[in-house]
């Protein structure tokens, strides 16, 4: 067999490539064999989904010949597969082999075009699909094309522009007909055509409407629309440059991804977030755990964790400090002090492992387990003894079931740093050059704790590839990410470093795991704390070592992967000692307590104590889940060999089946996950992520709605939301969790009827609330929690109307318990049903719907990977960031481009206007008074730069009193500085001005000697002035570069027009600019009109501005006005101003809000 | 495939161990400065009746006088215009107007006699006016090659399309186009008569009354020592009666660079214009340059002007910094320096009775 060098663009479907080591692959390729000994494949899919991490590829069950080379001869197999698509994630098909046995292959088989292959000698396969049907093409639809709400509206108003183009030009078509149609003999000045003949009047007038087109085109504002790309650029520009929105810690700056809606971050009034990850760390800590009705708070590790997040990074620094490590740190001294004396280098190494990942994991952050604080479990001492003393009894227990369920159920990948060293010699020794060793080597050193070697998914044989991309919602504590899915979905590796092991292991190596989820990575190191080290896992076995050292070898059977139908995942091993099949399952407390079986069926007592437990484990869940914490259940079944055997057929069956694979896989699992033994269940802590409340307060006092959609139980979710300040105690909470669509509309219509009736009478309320004061009242409003399966209720046709009814009287609304789909189903209700403008964030996979749904979609850069923020508007890392996006850079960016916007119209409708006066004394024949080149710099020159320096740079209230008064970015809200009236306002204004600087310069030239372009150049002047000048009247705020730009464009004008009639002698007939400005500019008349036009033209619009600004200052004036005082006075008058508001405004609020405002104000 | 791979690695390898032993961590820390952080220092103006009161009264103060010495200026300037369409039968010019014909080789004369109540002390202009010419029409501005008027010699040969259809008769025309052809060709004279009856001619001046830059860069010549032979090749406008070489027995203002010509040739920006016809220097500082008295204006009239119902002036005025008679400006200058002034009155009110009340509020907390 001979491999054939060829171009990717020869590749062929059907055949037969083999890929080497960082080569990118041609096109999708079935992977049927490897170097690799477990039959993996590394590929890194940066240039697709920007994920540094890898990706873990599988040979199709059964093709792995391990050693021997590949030989595509005795391949006589059929390959099925699906049409191509653009899912990333899903992919489905199975091979049949002569002999008519299928096998079923999934995403983790497949080989995707564009990404490059790493760590694995060769890879080799078949093609599946090639050039524009593979999936990473398939999946290049180009940038997302938003439209922001301004560029709406504002194209309908371009709309009325041409409008107005079209009565324009009909006016000049009439007038010209009408005026050929005066002369009875044609006079000297109407030019005859070529033969001499004189075109009717009629037809003349028609000719001139297209004419008239031509010159006064620029009425369209085709520049708005390349201005406000600029515009926005430099608006980005400003945005990514934020110091106070860059992360030290992640080494990164805000991204906006989409380069067109910055200005829709200033109108935002509903915002749906994500709870885990986004109000949350997502930085999970062991907190509690309880094991067979016995509760055990680890009350030790608490007080750990008290004192240790204070000191965690100091102690970091200092030991970096002493470490020095030289800058160039070679691959041999890393090794050397890896393989060394261990106590001596140990601490040093990773302590500079621990900054080097941090520097070299870039954007992403790998930081989430290599803190002591989230690894290390102080045990609790009570279980300690308990597990101690089953140890020391017997091999097996109730205890020991929890933590080998705690170490084993679950698909962390685990690999020892010795195992890493032995793996890069290995390949030091193989047939690849020295350079390859070096690029071994650097990944060693750049990934040391990111262990690119380690293998995530051997333990996965056979089965299935449910790659839903909805299948994993990170929000649940019980959602662990199928491996195989979510390399490639969520990707971003949860790395746990060697942890410093307290208790130490003898003998044992460093561990390192790396986890998908934060969630199974706390629970892998809990169980380590107790003596239950998982030290092994490939995909056929899972090795753990005991307290006691002794190691226990599973077999590994099945795993039944993590699905957010299930809400469960179960790993099917045969146990080495008793050789028992024992299902370990974990799952949320729902989805493993309605399954738990009566094993004992036959013994009441017994019956009792399994129920006992089972009440005891619900009422330490509840527990938990009011103290914020995730709770996950743990269960184990005792499966028979013969059962097993019948259902594993039909699990193979169901894996290979191309058709309806999800549903069966999923009926499969159901299937065998019953009948529970309840082992017990687990609390973790998700920690509130910085200054979330204030954060909250802040969008709310700017008028947004903040909802949370969350996987999480309602529990949960409702004691965050009242730690984060989304709901007050104070507050009326109605909850909405019912199986039975009548209840919930019942419910809804009863709510409904109370909340109008409350609303009516303030004073019900008064009473009801007993002891609130009246003005206080208003603060408090209702909260509404709601379950996913009453949401998708109240969200079915029927219902929806009331829904949206009662969710615009709540001023916050919690969504438990849904799933993504619904997170964007209910995004898209609220900004179909109530026209608002929305905002999701997010930071997981199952976000991705929602942030596309929404109107801006924001990717909290996290722990889970990049799904989110590749589907986003604009990725932060923190959640505290949004306050300053929306109400800093939001508003700005809303303020800013709606005046661009505005004058842009302005500006264009005042020039033109100027050539349609001129229509009427020159018979509508479409003369121009002005040079052409010189109309086209006018706009293209002389008054380009300073309205996009106004868009870019204006600022009217600086940003701290941004921050301190969110109530200033209501005007964004409501729209209110771009409405219909401002455009016409300014189209009326556009038109006095323009009649202003004609008719000006008209009567003072009227019956004297002046030329056509004489006439014009005072003209051009005057409007020059008008123009920049308005705009000076608009710009809040001067910076050097306003300066510079205002005065420079206004010497530009002279500078080039001197110039152009100076070197001008006849070279643009008919208007022979030569000397005419010269000759303007000695004329002391010329000084005198543009002084008196550029006066009177902006007269009414100065003294509009100083009537509003003294008679009735907006919000936004009195804010500048605050500005101005001394920081102490400022405070105490933002303070009595938000008083003010709270009192006076709230009620005039509550009335609109009666009559149904879209936005009820807090 | 792999060597460049190499290469980027390695790069990556020394950026990152660079970062890992400390020494000039390269972050993506944007940088702190005033520009990049919107921090720029800037003026921030507020407009409130207090802060803009000032502006209101010296743009009063200012234009009011302004406009005082517009209107003085324009009245002390004096100006007659004599009509000489002769649309009205007793017009002395109405059978000149009637009878014409382009092709005419008599020419028509009439004369108006008409009174000076007051004598014009300083150099006087007399300017020949047109009402209702649209000299700004599109097609027509357009019609002309400014190459040729330039002295080019092939455009002399083959004018530009523009001119169409004044472009051709059989030789090229020159000047070409219908600005050319429609030339106005009345001839203007002024008799002072005397108290004793004698007519005296005044001296009028045909030198500088085109611009400087146009009699002497724009408009040339085609070279050559003799005008009839450079343009022997050229057929005169339809319209003229005389070819472009004689319109003038001076040679320096003659052909092209004829200032009458070129004055016509400066189109005039609104219907109703008037032109530069002579010039009437003072002679000396004793009497004045017209005196009162009687006066005759002999016209040949040969420029048509009833198939569009215009009207034909001559216009005598003196001149001063500000050009001819306009009382508009002083009179808007008055008027806006009034009105800025009343507004700032006004908001001196209201600075009074509300901008207090920001301010005293700004004050006490």
Redesign the interface.
């Given at each position: 067999m001979r491999l054939v060098k060829r171009r990717w663009k020869d590749v062929r479907v059907g055949d037969f490539v083999r890929v080497?080591?960082?080569?990118?692959i041609p096109a999708d390729i079935l992977l049927l064999h490897t170097s690799d000994p477990n039959g993996v494949c590394h590929m890194e899919t940066a240039n697709l989904d920007g994920e540094t991490n890898l990706k873990q590829r599988r040979v199709v069950p059964g093709f792995s010949t391990l050693g021997k080379p590949f030989q595509p001869q005795t391949f006589s197999s059929t390959v099925v597969c699906e049409n191509p698509n653009n899912n990333l994630n899903v992919f489905k098909g199975y091979v049949e082999r002569p002999d008519k046995r299928r096998t079923g292959f999934g995403i983790d088989s497949l080989l995707l075009r564009g990404c490059t292959v790493r760590n694995t000698d060769d890879a080799a396969g078949i093609v599946v699909y090639t050039g524009h049907e593979t999936k990473s093409m398939l999946n290049n639809s180009g940038p997302r094309y938003k439209r922001s709400k301004i560029e709406r509206k504002m194209n309908t108003d371009v709309l009325f522009c041409v409008l107005l183009l079209f009565f324009m030009c009909l006016i000049g078509a009439l007038g010209h007909s009408i005026w050929l149609e005066t002369?009875?003999?044609?006079?000297?000045?109407?030019?005859?055509?070529?033969?001499?003949n004189y075109t009717p009047s009629v037809l003349a007038g028609f000719y001139m409407f297209f004419?008239m087109i031509i010159l006064l085109q620029v009425m369209i504002p085709v520049s708005l629309y390349v201005s406000i790309e600029l515009v926005k650029m430099g608006q980005i520009f400003?945005i990514?440059?934020?110091?106070e929105l860059?992360d030290?810690e992640l080494?990164?700056?805000v991204q906006c991804r989409a380069l067109n809606i910055t200005e829709d971050l200033g109108q935002i009034q509903y915002v749906f977030s994500d709870k885990t990850g986004t109000l949350t760390e997502n930085k999970m800590v062991f907190r509690r755990c309880t094991i067979l009705g016995t509760e055990y708070c680890h009350d030790e590790n608490a007080a750990r964790l008290a004192v240790v997040s204070g000191a965690n990074e100091e102690e970091e620094d200092t030991l970096?400090q002493q470490t020095?490590?030289?800058?160039?740190?070679p691959l041999e001294e890393l090794q050397d002090s890896h393989t060394g004396d261990k106590n001596h280098a140990n601490t040093q190494v990773t302590a500079?492992n621990r900054?080097?990942s941090r520097?070299?994991a870039g954007a992403q952050s790998d930081m989430a387990f290599s803190t002591p604080l989230e690894t290390v479990v102080v045990p609790d001492r009570k279980l300690m003894l308990e597990v101690d003393r089953q140890m020391a009894s017997i091999l097996c227990g109730p205890y020991l079931d929890f933590f080998l369920a705690l170490a084993i159920c679950n698909t962390v990948v685990v690999s020892t740093v010795t195992a890493q060293r032995e793996r890069v010699k290995g390949r030091s020794n193989s047939a690849y050059s020295g350079?390859?060793f070096?690029?071994m080597g650097?990944w060693f050193?750049?990934g040391s704790l990111r262990n690119v070697f380690s293998s995530m998914k051997f333990f996965k044989r056979g089965e299935d590839t449910l790659a839903d991309p909805f299948a994993k919602d990170e929000d649940e504590p019980d959602m662990f990410h199928s491996s195989d899915v979510s390399d490639s979905t969520t990707g971003q590796k949860v790395i746990s470093s060697e942890s410093e092991v307290k208790r130490s292991l003898s003998g044992t190596e460093e561990v390192c795991y790396e986890a998908h989820s934060p969630d199974e990575a706390a629970l892998i190191h809990a169980a380590k704390a107790y003596g239950f080290t998982m030290v092994e896992r490939t995909p056929y076995y899972v090795t753990v070592k005991l307290p006691d050292d002794t190691l226990l070898k599973f077999e590994v059977l099945d795993v039944l992967t993590f699905d957010s139908t299930r809400r469960r995942m179960s790993i099917i091993v045969r146990h080495p000692h008793t050789n028992e099949i024992i299902m370990y399952t974990k799952g949320a407390d729902s989805a493993i307590m309605e399954r738990l079986g009566n094993v004992f069926s036959d013994m009441s007592q017994v019956d009792n104590v399994a129920k006992q437990i089972a009440v005891k484990t619900q009422k330490d869940l509840d527990m938990y889940a009011r103290d914020g914490l995730r709770t996950l259940c743990f269960a184990k079944k005792v499966i028979s060999e013969k059962e097993f055997k019948a259902w594993f057929a039909i699990r193979q069956e169901a894996l290979s089946a191309i058709d309806e694979k999800e549903e069966r896989l999923l009926d499969t699992a159901t299937y065998i996950e019953n009948n529970f033994t309840l082992l017990g269940a687990t609390g973790i802590e998700d920690r509130l992520q910085e200054s979330v409340p204030e954060t909250i307060q802040a969008l709310r006092r700017a008028g947004m709605q903040v909802w949370v959609l969350t996987g999480d139980k309602p529990e949960t979710a409702i004691n965050i939301a009242y730690s984060c300040k989304l709901l007050d105690h104070e507050d009326l909470v109605f909850t909405f969790s019912t199986n039975r669509k009548s209840v919930c509309k019942m419910r809804l219509e009863d709510t409904l009827g109370e909340l109008r009736r409350s609303s009516l009478s303030p004073g019900a309320e008064v009473q009801f609330r007993g002891n609130n004061s009246a003005f206080t009242l208003m603060e408090h409003s209702i909260g509404l929690v709601i379950d996913g399966p009453t949401l998708s209720m109240a969200m079915s046709d029927d219902l929806v109307e009331q829904f949206v009814e009662l969710c615009k009287h709540c001023r916050a609304v919690l969504c438990c318990r849904v799933t993504p789909l619904q997170k964007s189903s209910v995004v898209k209700l609220i900004r179909q049903k109530l026209r608002v403008m929305t905002l999701a964030i997010g930071d997981g996979a199952n976000d991705v719907n929602m942030i596309q749904a929404a109107d801006v979609g924001i990717g909290v850069s996290g722990q889970e990977g990049m799904q989110a923020v590749m589907a986003s508007d604009f990725a932060i890392t923190r959640f505290k960031h949004l306050q300053r996006l929306l109400l800093v850079h939001g508003h700005w960016c809303y303020s800013r481009l709606a005046n661009m916007v505005i004058y842009f119209f302005y500006k264009n409708v005042a020039y033109v206007n100027l050539l349609f006066w001129y229509q009427f004394?020159?018979?509508f024949?479409?003369?121009a008074?002005i040079d052409y080149w010189l109309m086209i710099f006018f706009n293209l020159l002389f008054t380009s730069a300073p309205p996009i320096m106004f868009g870019i740079?204006d600022?009217e209230v600086s940003?701290s009193t941004l921050l301190s008064l969110p109530e200033l970015y209501k005007k964004g809200q409501h729209s209110e500085g771009y409405k219909r009236s401002t455009f016409w306002i300014a189209i009326l204004d556009a038109f006095y001005q323009s009649l202003v600087c004609f008719f000006?310069p008209?009567?003072?030239?009227?019956?004297?000697?002046?030329?056509?372009f004489?006439?014009?150049t005072p003209m051009n002047t005057v409007s020059l002035f008008t123009i920049i000048l308005h705009l000076a009247?608009e710009i809040?705020?001067?910076?050097?570069?306003?300066w510079v730009i205002m005065i420079g464009s206004v010497l530009v004008y002279f500078i080039v027009t001197l110039a152009y009639s100076a070197i001008c002698?006849?070279c643009n007939?008919?208007s022979?600019p030569?000397?005419i400005m010269h000759?303007q500019m000695a004329?002391?008349?010329f000084y005198?009109?543009c002084i008196?036009t550029t006066?009177?033209a902006l007269?009414p619009r100065?003294?509009l501005?100083?009537?509003r600004?003294?008679?009735a200052?907006s919000p936004h004036?009195s804010a500048?006005?605050l500005?101005?005082?001394p920081p102490s006075?400022r405070e105490?008058?933002i303070r009595?101003w938000r008083g003010l508001r709270d009192t006076c405004i709230s009620p005039s609020l509550r009335s609109q809000e009666h009559s149904s405002s879209p936005c009820p104000s807090a | 495939m792999a060597a460049s791979y190499n290469a980027k690695e390695e790069d990556g390898h020394l950026s990152g161990s660079s970062g890992l032993g400390g020494t000039a961590i390269r972050t993506r820390k944007p940088d702190n400065t005033a520009f990049k952080q919107q921090r720029l220092p800037a003026w921030q103006p507020i407009l409130t009746a207090g802060t803009v009161l000032p502006a209101f009264f010296v743009i009063g103060l200012i234009f009011i006088p302004i406009g005082i010495g517009l209107f003085v200026t324009s009245n002390n300037i004096k100006e007659i215009e004599i009509e000489y369409t002769g649309t009205e039968t007793s017009s002395p010019c109405f059978n000149c107007s009637h009878n014409f014909s382009w092709n005419s080789t008599t020419p028509c004369k009439c004369v108006l006699s008409f009174f000076l109540d007051q004598p014009f002390e300083s150099n006087v202009f007399m300017y020949y006016g047109l009402s209702n010419f649209y000299q700004n029409h599109r097609r027509y501005v357009k019609s002309r090659d400014d190459s040729q008027l330039n002295g080019d010699l092939n455009s002399l040969k083959d004018p530009s399309k523009e001119c169409e259809p004044y472009r051709f008769n059989e030789k090229p025309i020159a000047p070409c186009g219908a600005i050319a052809n429609s030339m106005f060709n009345d001839t203007l004279d002024l008799f002072y008569i005397d108290p004793n009856g004698t007519k005296n001619p005044i001296p009028l001046i045909k030198k500088g009354i085109a611009w400087w830059t146009d009699k002497h860069v724009k408009f040339r010549n085609p070279a050559g020592s003799n005008l009839t032979a450079v343009f022997r090749d050229t057929a005169k406008p339809v319209n003229w009666l005389k070819p472009v070489y004689e319109l003038d027995t001076d040679s320096e203002n003659n052909g092209f660079i004829n200032e009458d010509f070129i004055v016509w040739m400066r189109t005039a920006a609104l219907p109703t214009f008037r032109k530069l016809y002579r010039i009437i220097q003072k002679k000396n500082n004793m009497t004045p340059t017209l005196p009162r008295g009687n006066y005759t204006l002999e016209v040949t009239y040969n420029y048509p002007v009833r198939s569009f119902e215009g009207r034909k002036r001559m216009i005598l005025s003196t001149i001063s910094w500000m050009g001819g008679k306009n009382p508009f400006l002083g009179i808007a200058y008055i008027t806006v320096g009034s009105i800025c002034f009343f507004l700032g009155v006004v908001l001196l009110f209201i600075h009074h009775k509300y901008g207090n009340r920001n301010n005293s509020s700004d004050i006490s907390n």
């Open positions: 080497l080591s960082n080569q990118i002369f009875t003999t044609m006079p000297s000045y109407i030019v005859p055509d070529r033969n001499g004419t400003f990514t440059q934020d110091v860059y030290e080494d990164s700056r970096y020095k490590l030289p800058p160039l740190f500079a900054r080097r520097v070299a350079g390859s070096h690029i650097q050193r750049k004394y020159c018979g024949s479409a003369t008074m740079m600022k940003d000006i008209y009567w003072t030239y009227n019956g004297s000697d002046i030329g056509i004489s006439f014009g009247i809040k705020s001067w910076t050097v570069v306003h002698t006849s007939p008919p022979n030569y000397w000759k004329d002391p008349m005198l009109v008196l006066v009177v007269l100065y003294t501005h100083v009537l600004g003294t008679l200052p004036l500048r006005q500005e101005r005082l006075h105490q008058r009595e | -």
